[in-house]
């Protein structure tokens, strides 16, 4: 990873980098409150002196509550005049530090922030501009629901002493089913139970850019209709894609507190799967359309009719009602929908 001035040398700063960690109750971002003084530039993470050359020095406060986030953040800046050219980068261990200091050339207008794990630089060796960067994505192999992956972007504007927040959020969205109730009533098969075998996530985003892109759609998903349990056990936490069920479920709700996992995909779905008076059936849950990137959506459940036999066929109409809130970037009050 190397920065070229426009004559073409490789250059880099020397540098002190500082943290100030604080927490806070609500929100899932990080805000990051930069403000450019003195000059610097640095290049594949390797300290020169250069002092002919106008610079910046950025002073970074970051706010999180998310468990403390990452271990370490990777800071990146580039140039923003159509060619996008890495202008510097540096990783920040967020681990003793009171205060934090990125250092960046004087032409650098956009800044990039990636969580990361302290030491692990060489992934960005091949990076040397912000399309370069764009093509880095996030994976369910490397998420901990604990501490998930963050990323934050934005624009400086110009001047000496300049002011960028800086929302870091996690790509990763929860699904959790707060409780769950099966009441047949009016059916042929009223006064039977929902015997619950499995809880899992269908077409459940495995993979996302975060970066550039706005539509934030999965590059790759798992589960498409039934589980892959090959793949699913395969990861660090397969939990989050797949957990036993509650057993039996009838006409008195019950509390579950389970929570799923996943990169939100259009069709991914919750599929509660069981039997119904030794019948096989599933409840096939759309949730990708209730759900954005880096949202928690929390849902209690109501089973009204048998479910569909095949989890990629949904249920007849009525059979299932969901009260449900999403939170927290984007607050909705309870609302109830029928599939």
């Not at 959790?176 to 015997?195: E, N, Q, V």
């Not at 359309?289 to 009525?318: F, K, N």
Request: proline share 6%.
């Amino acid at each position: 990873m190397v920065r070229h001035d426009k004559t073409g040398r490789g250059q880099t700063f020397s540098f002190k980098l500082l943290l100030h960690l604080r927490f806070f109750g609500r929100g899932s971002a990080a805000i990051l409150a930069a403000f450019l003084q003195l000059p610097a530039f640095l290049s594949s993470c390797n300290i020169i002196e250069e002092q002919d050359s106008p610079a910046r020095k950025v002073t970074i406060r970051t706010v999180t509550h998310i468990n403390k986030g990452a271990e370490a953040i990777d800071v990146f800046f580039f140039d923003n005049d159509g060619t996008g050219r890495l202008d510097s980068y540096q990783q920040i261990s967020l681990a003793d530090s009171l205060s934090l200091y990125a250092l960046s050339g004087k032409d650098a207008s956009l800044m990039v922030v990636l969580s990361a794990r302290e030491g692990d630089t060489d992934r960005w060796m091949g990076v040397s501009t912000y399309s370069d960067l764009c093509k880095y994505s996030f994976s369910l192999e490397d998420e901990d629901p604990s501490r998930p992956l963050l990323a934050g972007e934005t624009t400086l504007e110009n001047g000496i002493s300049r002011r960028a927040d800086i929302p870091l959020k996690p790509k990763l969205s929860s699904i959790t089913i707060r409780s769950l109730l099966c009441d047949f009533s009016g059916r042929p098969y009223a006064g039977s139970s929902f015997t619950n075998t499995r809880l899992f996530l269908s077409y459940a985003g495995a993979e996302c850019l975060p970066l550039g892109s706005q539509d934030n759609i999965p590059i790759s998903f798992l589960n498409p209709g039934l589980v892959d349990s090959l793949s699913v056990l395969a990861l660090p936490h397969p939990e989050m894609l797949l957990q036993d069920g509650c057993g039996d479920v009838g006409a008195r709700r019950i509390e579950v507190g389970r929570t799923f996992y996943c990169y939100p995909h259009p069709d991914t779905k919750l599929v509660l799967e069981g039997t119904v008076d030794g019948i096989t059936c599933y409840y096939p849950i759309p949730v990708g359309t209730l759900l954005g990137s880096g949202q928690s959506l929390e849902m209690d459940i109501s089973l009204l009719r048998i479910g569909s036999p095949d989890p990629d066929i949904p249920t007849e109409s009525g059979a299932v009602m969901i009260d449900f809130i999403t939170k927290p970037w984007e607050y909705r009050p309870d609302t109830i929908v029928k599939f």
